[in-house]
């Protein structure tokens, strides 16, 4: 880890490797929910989609692509949301891996609500959704990458996108370092459940992508716990 995680790591996570799964990863994916429920990774996702229903004019009527989705876990708490306001909600699951999808199909095997597709995000062409999510998926790129991964995003939008992520910091590198080693032991937890808040994100990390995109509308908020809302309108 550097100096005080001043700077995003470059390391690669397991998760990245699309050579390695089975069961072990299975395992992985059930085993983040855990860590998902208990650092607030839901709370994000929702705020930031929150904010783009309510500038688009409140729909009653609202459709969700999520790339990245592993299991899709952070959605419940949309689908919740959703029914609680009366808005008519579909939700796309999109990995592009067998294992995330497997288990996303069965933790939402009653939810008629929810698709799920193995795909890969680059094969997406035209607009998906309303609004398009990634949760916990922009740390997997690097600076340079992330302005060609929002671009994409946003061209599979109608509304806009919603981003959630990490805050890189060492209270959240600790907690997160402690949390994996009390609750799993897989090895995709313990090696990349650290390493994915040293490739999280700060403030001026947000501002310098918003410079980059140039006219669209990036904003961002941080919330609870340690993490940050991003979502930027068409």
């Known amino acids: 880890m550097s100096w005080l995680l001043a700077e995003r790591s470059e390391r690669p996570e397991l998760m990245d490797d699309l050579n390695q799964g089975?069961?072990?990863?299975?395992?992985?994916?059930?085993?983040?929910?855990?860590?998902?429920?208990?650092?607030?990774?839901?709370?994000?996702?929702?705020?930031?989609?929150?904010?783009?229903?309510?500038?688009a004019g409140r729909p009653s009527v609202w459709t969700l692509l999520d790339v990245g989705a592993g299991s899709g876990d952070v959605n419940r708490a949309l689908l919740s949301w959703a029914r609680r306001q009366g808005i008519d909600l579909t939700i796309r699951l999109v990995d592009r891996t067998?294992?995330?999808?497997?288990?996303?199909?069965?933790?939402?095997?009653?939810?008629?609500?929810?698709?799920?597709?193995?795909?890969?995000?680059?094969?997406?062409?035209?607009?998906?959704a309303d609004v398009v999510t990634a949760s916990q998926v922009a740390h997997h790129y690097s600076d340079g990458e992330l302005e060609e991964l929002l671009r994409k995003l946003l061209g599979i939008a109608r509304c806009g996108v919603v981003l959630s992520?990490?805050?890189?910091?060492?209270?959240?590198?600790?907690?997160?370092?402690?949390?994996?080693?009390?609750?799993?032991?897989?090895?995709?937890?313990?090696?990349?459940?650290?390493?994915?808040?040293?490739?999280?994100?700060?403030?001026?990390?947000?501002?310098?992508?918003?410079?980059?995109?140039?006219?669209?509308?990036?904003?961002?908020?941080?919330?609870p716990l340690y993490r940050y809302a991003v979502w930027i309108r068409q």
């Open 98 to 128: 067998e294992e995330a999808c497997s288990e996303a199909k069965r933790l939402y095997r009653e939810e008629p609500r929810v698709q799920v597709v193995q795909a890969d995000l680059y094969a997406l062409e035209g607009p998906q």
């Open 22 to 55: 089975g069961e072990e990863l299975r395992e992985a994916h059930r085993h983040l929910r855990r860590l998902n429920r208990l650092f607030g990774a839901a709370g994000p996702a929702l705020y930031g989609v929150r904010m783009l229903w309510e500038e």
């Open 165 to 223: 992520d990490i805050h890189r910091n060492v209270v959240p590198w600790l907690a997160v370092f402690a949390a994996t080693r009390v609750i799993s032991r897989n090895r995709y937890i313990r090696h990349d459940g650290p390493l994915s808040v040293a490739k999280g994100f700060r403030a001026a990390d947000w501002h310098r992508l918003r410079n980059r995109l140039g006219a669209v509308t990036l904003r961002y908020s941080w919330r």
